[in-house]
């Protein structure tokens, strides 16, 4: 295992670093969390240099980049700007990873292209109302009709919902005993009359954020079925490892980015006639920042290459997706003490990496149930 880039992706750094740096400077991240918009120019420009392209074959349009590589751009991207990066991670995740692994050749040639050039947009939906972490006991429904699926039921905090063209939804197909079981996926255009999206008001996540999902009588092609009938829960939990190497990526962008902030302040802040970086309290809340994000670094690379050698386990990654969750929450909150009133202050940016990062321990499975992951692989 090498923890150096190669040359090629010291170059890949490099030019996502100079784009996003064009494009998604931290105004422009305030101003979107702000006007509660998404950072739309941002994702288009990244669209147009092939970035929505990173992990999809060059066969489909994209550049067949390693998990590594996928890693790397989301922590730069999330480094810029959190909701950017989670935009990203849900083209890259459902619209790409998802189909690649689960599809068929036919939603492969009808929707990776589209993800990996930007012109689709995708969103996931596994929670509902009554079912979050115990998400198997989920209980919308799709009945089959002749050549049609007909859905029924809510999904709740199916987050970029709005702005997505495809939602991958898991559902109910059959009653099989085991609530894991006669559950399927299918990838849903978000068009499709019947289907109602309501936002939903959160502490953050301001510039895409998340939304209530109301099917009603949708009528969904079986070409929608995304890996086999009633085996979609294997989907789901595939998915979620994708995903929680994304989200972990993209968190440590955005933690180095509160960092950053905050030393910088630190070293220019003066009280009782000294920076206060120059206290020493102030520089052990640095010291301890620094070590959670190379570790979170490290753990993240070492997952990636896990992945790459097809040695992933559950638990692994239900230990990065814990750790680098609870460290984001950390850092934002000694950040925003070592601002001061600055940091509380609406008018600076780092309440917003505050309010954001709440999520992260909660979002894609809480911090609860990731220990609970671990502790059931320890023979307890
Ligand atoms: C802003 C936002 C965006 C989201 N985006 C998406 C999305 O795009 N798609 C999607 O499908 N979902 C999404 N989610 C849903 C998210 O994954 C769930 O909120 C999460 O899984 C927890 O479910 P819950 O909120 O129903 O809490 P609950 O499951 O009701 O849990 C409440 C509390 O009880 C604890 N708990 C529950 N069971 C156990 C247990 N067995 N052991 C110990 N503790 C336990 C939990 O850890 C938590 O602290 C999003 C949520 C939010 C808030």
Redesign the pocket.
């Known amino acids: 295992m090498n923890f150096g880039n190669t040359s090629d992706q010291e170059l890949m750094l490099q030019s996502v670093r100079s784009l996003l740096d064009d494009v998604c400077s931290m105004n422009y991240a305030t101003k979107c969390d702000n006007d509660r918009t998404p950072p739309r120019e941002a994702f288009n420009a990244m669209a147009q240099n092939g970035w929505l392209g990173l992990i999809a074959p060059e066969s489909f349009g994209g550049s067949g980049g390693s998990p590594t590589d996928l890693a790397l751009v989301l922590e730069e991207t999330g480094h810029h700007f959190e909701e950017l990066g989670l935009w990203l991670f ?1 083209s890259f995740t459902y619209g790409c990873y998802a189909i690649l692994q689960h599809g068929t050749e036919e939603q492969k040639q009808r929707i990776v292209p589209g993800a990996a050039n930007g012109k689709l947009s995708f ?5 509902e109302p009554d ?5 198997a006991s989920l209980r919308t429904r799709a009945v089959i009709d002749g050549d049609y699926f007909i859905v029924n039921g809510r ?7 709005d702005i997505a063209d495809y939602v991958l939804v ?1 559902l109910r197909t059959n009653d099989l005993g085991k609530k894991q079981l006669g559950i399927s996926t299918l990838m849903i255009d978000t068009k499709l009359p019947g289907i109602e999206v309501r936002k ?1 008001a ?1 502490l ?2 301001h510039a895409i ?2 939304t209530e999902v109301t099917f009603t009588d949708v009528r969904v092609p079986r070409t929608a079925l995304l890996g086999q009938l009633d085996h979609g829960w294997a989907v789901c939990e595939d998915t979620l490892r994708y995903e929680r190497l994304c989200l972990s990526a993209v968190r440590i962008g955005a933690a180095r980015q509160a960092f950053e902030y905050a030393l910088d302040y630190a070293k220019t802040r003066q009280q009782f006639g000294k920076p206060i970086g120059s206290f020493q309290v102030t520089q052990h809340k640095f010291a301890d920042m620094k070590v959670m994000l190379d570790t979170s670094f490290t753990m993240v690379r070492r997952y990636a290459w896990l992945m790459e050698n097809g040695k992933a386990e559950r638990a692994d990654t239900a230990v990065i997706k814990y750790y680098i969750a609870e460290s984001y929450k950390t850092i934002s909150d000694m950040c925003l003490q070592i601002l001061g009133g600055y940091g509380y202050s609406m008018e600076y940016p780092m309440q917003r990496f505050f309010r954001d990062s709440r ?1 992260a321990t ?8 990731q ?2 992951i671990i502790a059931s692989t320890l023979g307890l």
Do not use: C, P, V, Y
Not at 155 to 161: A, D, L, R, V, Y
Not at 363 to 369: C, P, V, W
């Open positions: 849900r969103a996931f939906a596994l929670s079912s979050g972490s115990d998400a999904k709740q905090w199916t987050s970029g919902m898991a939903i959160t953050g996540q954020g998340t999520l909660i979002g894609g499975g809480t911090s609860e149930i220990k609970n």
